[in-house]
T-cell receptor, first 110, second 112 residues
Framework: EDKVVQSPLSLVVHEGDTVTLNCSYEVTNFRSLLWYKQEKKAPTFLFMLTSSGIEKKSGRLSSILDKKELSSILNITATQTGDSAIYLCAVDPGGGKLIFGQGTELSVKP | DGGITQSPKYLFRKEGQNVTLSCEQNLNHDAMYWYRQDPGQGLRLIYYSQIVNDFQKGDIAEGYSVSREKKESFPLTVTSAQKNPTAFYLC???????????FGDGTRLSIL
C-alpha cells in the first residue's frame, strides 16, 4: 500500500529557531513530491520536487528531495510566528491522485 | 480575482439527508478534486475530474457523488449512505493532472 509519513507530528519552537520537517514515502510509482502550508483553511502550495538533490528555495523556506532515501526535508530558517501552521507533504504517483502524509503541526512562540 | 470558491463555509446535515457542497473555480483549470480531512489525518481523495463530463473515484468515494457539467464547477453530494460525514472538505483544481493543485478554503460539515 502506498504511504507517506511525516515527522515529527508536532513541533514547538521559538522565534528565530531553524526547523527541519521530514517526509518519507513508499509508493509504487513516483512522479513528484509536493509541500503545502495549511494555516486554518486552504493549503497553499510551497514546492514541487521531481529531481533528487536539487534544492528549491523561497525566502526562508527550502526543500530537497532524496530519491535514494525515499524522503524529503523542508527547512525553515529564522522562524516567525507567521510560520505557525500544519505543513503537508504529498506524493504524486501519477494521474493526479496525491497521497498525503498526516502533516506536521508547527507552533512558533514569540 | 482568480481562485477557488467553496460554499457554504459551514454545513449541518440531519440524519438521512443528502447535502451538496459547492466548488467553483475561475482559473480555467481542467482538473478538479475533492478531499476529506479528518483531525490528525492527511487529506484523502474522494473524487477527481480530469475534464468536463468525466470523473473518477478516489480512495474513499463510497457515500459520495459528483458531477462535472461545466469546467468551472465540481459539486460534491454527501449522501445518506455516508455514515460518518463529519469532516473538513477541501476542493482543489490544477491546470492538468500533473501540475500542482490549488485549494479552496473548505467546507466544514457536521451532523445535527
Amino acid at each position: 500500500e502506498d504511504k507517506v509519513v511525516q515527522s515529527p507530528l508536532s513541533l514547538v519552537v521559538h522565534e528565530g529557531d531553524t526547523v527541519t520537517l521530514n517526509c518519507s514515502y513508499e509508493v509504487t510509482n513516483f512522479r513528484s513530491l509536493l509541500w503545502y502550508k495549511q494555516e486554518k483553511k486552504a493549503p497553499t502550495f510551497l514546492f514541487m520536487l521531481t529531481s533528487s538533490g536539487i534544492e528549491k528555495k523561497s525566502g526562508r523556506l527550502s526543500s530537497i528531495l532524496d530519491k535514494k532515501e525515499l524522503s524529503s526535508i523542508l527547512n525553515i530558517t529564522a522562524t516567525q510566528t507567521g510560520d505557525s501552521a500544519i505543513y503537508l507533504c504529498a506524493v504524486d504517483p501519477g494521474g493526479g491522485k496525491l497521497i498525503f502524509g498526516q502533516g506536521t503541526e508547527l507552533s512558533v512562540k514569540p | 480575482d482568480g481562485g477557488i470558491t467553496q460554499s457554504p463555509k459551514y454545513l449541518f446535515r440531519k440524519e438521512g439527508q443528502n447535502v451538496t457542497l459547492s466548488c467553483e473555480q475561475n482559473l480555467n483549470h481542467d482538473a478538479m478534486y475533492w478531499y476529506r480531512q479528518d483531525p490528525g489525518q492527511g487529506l484523502r481523495l474522494i473524487y477527481y475530474s480530469q475534464i468536463v463530463n468525466d470523473f473518477q473515484k478516489g480512495d474513499i468515494a463510497e457515500g459520495y457523488s459528483v458531477s462535472r457539467e461545466k469546467k468551472e464547477s465540481f459539486p460534491l453530494t454527501v449522501t445518506s449512505a455516508q455514515k460518518n460525514p463529519t469532516a473538513f472538505y477541501l476542493c482543489a483544481s490544477s491546470v492538468s493532472l500533473d501540475q500542482p493543485q490549488h485549494f479552496g478554503d473548505g467546507t466544514r460539515l457536521s451532523i445535527l
